[in-house]
Nanobody, 125 residues
Framework: QVQLVESGGGSVQAGGSLRLSCAAS????????MAWFRQAPGKEREGVAT????????YYADSVKGRFTISRDNAANTLYLQMNSLKPEDTAMYYC??????????????????WGQGTQVTVSS
């Protein structure tokens, strides 16, 4: 059973920072490309950041570029998202995802076949 468990969400003031973590188990973590998605009420699920299996190639949505950083520690089977300069529009449920052998682009949710249950991020101002 492949499991992805997010943690690190919470409530912060605008301009603050949070670090999300995703702990993976039950599969060969290093073989998967990984991503963070988010979904706010009434909105479509959005690809926030993705990272290749080796951690060399990354993608960021324009809305978070320069503020968020995705990284992975393959030895620890853990994915991270460092979020700085948070804005109220960053408020959403954040999901960790993993996928392999997909015809879809890394920023497309259809590229991922394993998902965590999500962690809530709320930014107030």
């Amino acid at each position: 059973q492949v499991q992805l468990v997010e943690s690190g969400g919470g409530s912060v003031q605008a301009g603050g920072s949070l670090r999300l973590s995703c702990a993976a188990s039950g599969y060969s973590y290093i073989s998967y490309r990984m991503a963070w998605f988010r979904q706010a009420p009434g909105k479509e699920r959005e690809g926030v950041a993705t990272i290749s299996t080796g951690g060399v190639s990354t993608y960021y949505a324009d809305s978070v570029k320069g503020r968020f950083t995705i990284s992975r520690d393959n030895a620890a089977n853990t994915l991270y998202l460092q979020m700085n300069s948070l804005k109220p529009e960053d408020t959403a449920m954040y999901y960790c995802a993993a996928g392999r052998y997909s015809p879809y682009a890394s920023r497309d949710a259809r590229a991922y076949n394993y998902w965590g249950q999500g962690t809530q991020v709320t930014v107030s101002s």
